[in-house]
């Protein structure tokens, strides 16, 4: 499961539960265990292997099936896969909807059956429709989180295997390297160089080195250095895990439900919970108001509680939570089509948001397939021999994978056969020494240590340089030539390793401590071309109000190249080295004026990523490997791709099955549209049934009788939500995905109010029409009213919808049907047999001419008021850009 902060975490150190379970697996084992017992991190490996029955090379096949049968999938406990009938229970947890069963029983108890009947069944008929809706949304999301799940490299009979990090239990052997996310909670059997990051559990920020060994039985969780827990992360070096628990017995499992709720509230979530505070405040007011001046009037006490509920239910948008469950599954599902899988629902409305896009380079705006150039020795000449210790460097290592040693394993090109050579030792690459060390040894007496890496980073190790006439001392001269030909390199768009190499009498093992007084022997340069086509769809972003910045480890040079060739600007770069100086203030003002970020380490994509937020941008950030996971963290949405490090794809909110930022642009499409589609909703609910609640409630105080039923009001207000099923597929006008859309409450509030004036002067001009001119009975008035209230309703639909004129803009057919459908029901609801229930009776038809006409002349002074609505909007967020705009400018001369 993703985890979308670091948080810290209590010392758990007197949990010993897990492996009370775990060590009792053979029929001879199954006996209380004591704590100490327990604490597997303080019994001898050899004796936990007995415990467990399996063995250093793994568990058989059949044996880690039947295990999985007894102990479960390795997952923490969930309740995101509730049941149906959960589910379906949950439509009845609303308050709302206990309020009018509340309602319903009272008048059954006061004799009135009908009115409960009616009330009930038009209850259990909403409940049924969002359930049917929400459940099928959330069957819909779980298929596509199936699509993403995580590998892990596992002993089966004796051989490594890959299969799903679900799928392993408490015996399998697990191989780890750098970038994989821990699938169990367990002991180190072997490790070199094995440094794993606890921030999850512990919140400390430093990766913690772990070892074999054991740890005392009471140790504190961050002094088990022989333990490796569910959900932390692999930084650097290989291991050999034995799994001692899984799914919900481990350490994360424990924790994982109140990390979920610590995760930070999207734009998205806030936008929707105000909106459930205004609608509240608003609800609140006219129940209180309504229910006492109606007693006050002297109207029977259950009529008038009834009638106040009625109303407050008829302002409330009760399909909300439906809706939008259809809409993001509905979005997540189009979005998986075209290639990017969501991971978080909510994530979709911030990648609609999104205005500001952080990404590496290397696979996104450039081919990522790396092609191995030259294999050059330190005067530029093609050499075997800097090819041959490059592919012995790149095939023998066993730890973090990478498109560079691909390279080089592929290369075209003769040389002495690997099949001569032995590896000895290796030591691991990690983020701070940028380089990787291999032993090989052949018939030589001597073995011999090669390194690969960043040129500075292995020059740094360096005291001889490897020419043609031997080794010689590196002097300055040397250093200078060697620099010079890595930037010329670079500037011509090659990324640019170092090799070096030193000669060791024979040993077992060798460390970090050995990659001194090396030899400089050459460079391997790589070329990585501009991706086809990434200059239009970068042209694509930019149309669509996303700027693009660049930040990438690779050096200035390459990345000022790239910029050139695919339309960036290449002349504004900040370095690492320039950034790590710069206060907290300064890279706020400098981040907005620097398009590449070049030469930096994780923690300064992390910085990057904070500084533009702090700006008051919505930003993506695009990263696949272990060193953007921190940014992937920071970022308002975390990008990742399928073919990523564990951690980064677990840190990310979207998955892009191709690493391709057109697919990116899709997904944008998608999630606008999402999000368009859900206002659409809320507007149109909120307008058509703020203005009808207002008009009633102001009604029922003048009139000698109520405007309509609670019955009747809760009939309508169940038919005007039909056609909002279908507005999870209604067509989006392509204007409105050309900008990032946000969450704006002041805006809902507005466009309720514009909306539902016009609503009620329209209602008010239907009681005249009724009073005045048709001299409707209380049975007349109640019936045409909830004719043309219903007809406006659906009226709006068409008209809210989209920001042209509504003739301009094609509604989806489904939508388009369903409001015809409910339109003509609407109409013909006073003649059909059961309309006595409801308390209807005939129209006459001039009554009904005169309410059609009424509808249209609405229609049109509702398409006005749009134009004026939307035309006041536009002008102020011109307003509202320059002064934000004028204050930023002055904030950075300040600075």
Known sequence: MGVRRRYPHADRSERHQPLHVVLMIGEADQQSVSPEDGAYWSIETNDLLLRLETSVSGLASSEAASRLAKFGRNTPASTSSASALAVFARQFRSPLVLILIFAACVSAFVGDGQEAAIIGAIVLASCVL???????????????????????????????CSVAADDIVPGDVIRLSAGNLIPVDGIILEARDFNVSEAVLTGETFPAVKTPGRSAPDAALTLRTNAVYTGTSVRSGTATVLAAATGPRTEFASIAAALERQIPETGFARGIRLFGYLMTEIMLAIVILVFFANLMLHRPLIESLLFSLALAVGLTPELLPAIISVTLARGARAMAVNGVIVRRLDAIENLGSMDLLCTDKTGTLTEGVIHLDGWLDVDGNPSTDILLWGRLNATLQTGLKNPLDEAIAGAPGEGASLAAFTKVDEIPYDFIRKRLSVVVRNKDAQDLLITKGAVQNVLETCSFVRTAKGLEPLNEMDRAAIEEKFRRWSADGYRVLGLAIRRFERQKTFSRKDEIDLAFAGFLLFLDPPKRGVKETLAELAQRGIAVKVISGDNRYVAAHLAQAIGLRADRIMTG?????????????????TDLFVEIDPNQKERI????????????????????????????????????????????????????????????????????????????????????????????????????LAKQILLNNFLSDVPSLAIASDNVDPDQLHRP???????????????????????????????????????????????????????????????????????????????????????????????????????PLPVLAGLIAITALYLLVSEATKRWFFGQESQARKKLLARQRSFLDRLVAKV
């Open 577 to 593: 080295e320039e950034l790590s100086k710069l206060t907290k203030s300064a890279l706020f003002a400098g981040v907005q004026h």
């Open 741 to 843: 859309r946000h969450w704006d409450i002041r805006f809902v509030r507005r466009f309720m109010i514009s909306f539902g004036l016009v609503s009620s002067l329209f209602d008010f001009a239907t009681f005249a029409f009724l009073l005045f001119f048709a001299h409707a009975t209380e049975a007349a008035f109640q019936t045409a009213w909830f004719v043309e209230s219903l007809l406006t309703e659906l009226a709006i639909v068409l008209i809210v919808r989209t920001h042209r004129a509504f003739w301009a803009s094609r509604p989806s057919p489904l939508l388009a049907w369903l409001t015809l459908a409910v339109g003509i029901i609407a109409i013909m609801i006073p003649y059909l047999p059961f309309a006595a229930w409801f308390g209807f009776v005939p129209l």
């Open 609 to 708: 990523v904070q500084a533009l937020r702090s700006r008051g941008r919505v930003v993506g950030y695009l990263g696949d490997g272990i060193n953007d996971a921190p940014a992937l963290h920071e970022a308002d949405i975390g990008i990742s791709v399928d073919s990523a490090v564990d951690v980064a794809r677990e840190a990310a909110d979207i998955i892009l099955l191709k690493q391709d930022l057109g697919v990116l642009v899709r997904g944008v499409d998608d999630g606008r549209k999402t999000f368009a589609n859900t206002m659409k909703y809320i507007s149109i609910t909120t307008s058509a049934n703020f203005g009808n609640m207002i008009s009633m409630a102001v009604a029922s105080l003048f009139l000698p009788f109520l405007p309509l």
């Open 130 to 160: 969002s359930f049917t809706q929400e459940y099928g949304a959330s069957r819909a999301t779980e298929a596509l989180k199936q699509r993403i799940s995580r590998k892990a490299i596992v002993l089966r009979d004796g051989a490594e």
